[in-house]
């Protein structure tokens, strides 16, 4: 069993900054990457940003240049730090975490943290 905790989700004004975090920890064998995801009111599910174990990173256009992702591997967290954040940020955020074991991936969600952007 994978357990992921997040934290840091709450509500910010047009403007603002936040930062989440997310605590991997169970039967973790290789992590293979670590991520944000997000889901807006009525819509799909989407990256934002995601972290290798060796330091490459993703990030969706809508938050380059004011998101960023990094990653504590001793104690297999994720952070992300999001700033000027705007309305359209506002959704769920997820937490996801790639390990494989055997050659084979498995993908693993936290139970999402609302981020409410207000203008």
């Known amino acids: 069993q994978v357990q992921l905790v997040e934290s840091g989700g709450g509500s910010v004004q047009a403007g603002g900054s936040l930062g989440l975090s997310c605590a991997a920890s169970?039967?973790?064998?290789?992590?293979?990457?670590m991520g944000w995801y997000r889901q807006p009111p009525g819509k799909q599910r989407e990256l934002v940003a995601s972290i290798t174990g060796s330091g490459s990173t993703n990030y969706a256009d809508s938050v380059k240049g004011r998101a960023t992702i990094s990653r504590d591997n001793t104690k297999n967290t994720v952070f992300l730090q999001m700033n000027s954040l705007k309305p359209e940020d506002t959704a769920v955020y997820y937490c996801n975490l790639r390990t494989i074991r055997y050659g084979v991936m498995y993908t693993h969600w936290g139970q999402g943290t609302q981020v409410t952007v207000s203008s």
């Open positions: 169970g039967s973790i064998f290789s992590i293979n990457s």
